[in-house]
């Protein structure tokens, strides 16, 4: 079985300071991990994903997710957050290339002038 | 290429009723997804289908909840004789088939709400 967690429900940041949305992961083969983003009243916007290669994965929007196996972590990142960035992200993963995806409960960033 | 459209948008039923959502993928995609989102739980998936099958429906209530993806048109959801609980955002995502590792594209969602 494969799951996430997300630990933060919430994550409050000034804008312009660097901002980390955490995610750990377990999978039982190889993870294949992704980052969503959700605005209100609409759909998940695809962010990034890391399926192999480079632990350091640059997706839309200037963030960027930083794969740790020792850790099963796919922590989200950016180096100066926008109020723009207020909204509620989702981690996911998905044992292998096929199949469905786990996501976990959400981590609202508010982002503060 | 229009990206996933689901619909309606909002829907509202009432207890005892049934409600179809609908679902037309990405161009070129042939997995279709369905998830419920509700209120402090995140997304929850319910069903995996291609084309004419049934890939995974684990997480498929046992009754009342069906789905299905034509060879010709779009994936339907169907509730039948829905009740307060169902109340929730239903998002379809969509996949190309051959592409190991491809992210899942979502559509807008339905919003059901149960009076």
């Known amino acids: 079985a494969q799951s996430v967690a997300q630990p933060e429900d919430q994550v409050n940041v000034a804008e312009g300071n660097p901002l980390t949305v955490k995610c750990t992961y377990s999978?039982?083969?190889?993870?294949?991990l992704f980052w969503y983003v959700q605005y209100p009243n609409r759909g998940l916007q695809f962010l990034l994903k890391?399926?192999?290669?480079?632990?350091l994965v640059k997706g839309s929007y200037g963030f960027e997710a930083e794969f740790n196996k020792s850790q099963t972590s796919f922590h989200l990142k950016k180096p100066s957050a926008l109020v723009s960035d207020s909204a509620l992200y989702f981690c996911?993963?998905?044992?292998?290339?096929?199949?469905?995806?786990?996501f976990g409960k959400g981590t609202m960033l508010l982002v503060s002038p | 290429n229009a990206g996933v459209m689901q619909n309606p948008r909002h829907l509202v039923r009432r207890r005892g009723q049934e409600a179809r959502l609908r679902c037309s993928p990405m161009?070129?995609?042939?997995?279709v997804y369905w998830y419920r989102q509700l209120p402090e739980e995140g997304l929850k998936f319910m069903v995996y289908?291609?084309?004419?099958?049934?890939?995974?429906e684990s997480g498929m209530p046992k009754e009342r909840f069906s789905a299905e993806f034509p060879k010709e048109g779009p994936s339907i959801l169907r509730i039948q004789q829905v009740v307060r609980g169902d109340s929730a955002a239903y998002f379809c995502?969509?996949?190309?088939?051959?592409?190991?590792?491809?992210?899942?594209?979502f559509g807008q969602g339905t919003r059901l709400t149960v009076v």
């Open positions: 999978v039982s083969g190889n993870p294949y």
């Open positions: 289908l291609q084309k004419e099958n049934i890939i995974d």
């Open positions: 996911a993963v998905r044992d292998g290339g096929w199949g469905t995806l786990t």
């Open positions: 995502a969509s996949s190309p088939p051959g592409q190991s590792g491809t992210e899942a594209f």
């Open positions: 161009k070129g995609h042939s997995h």
């Open positions: 890391y399926i192999t290669g480079d632990n």
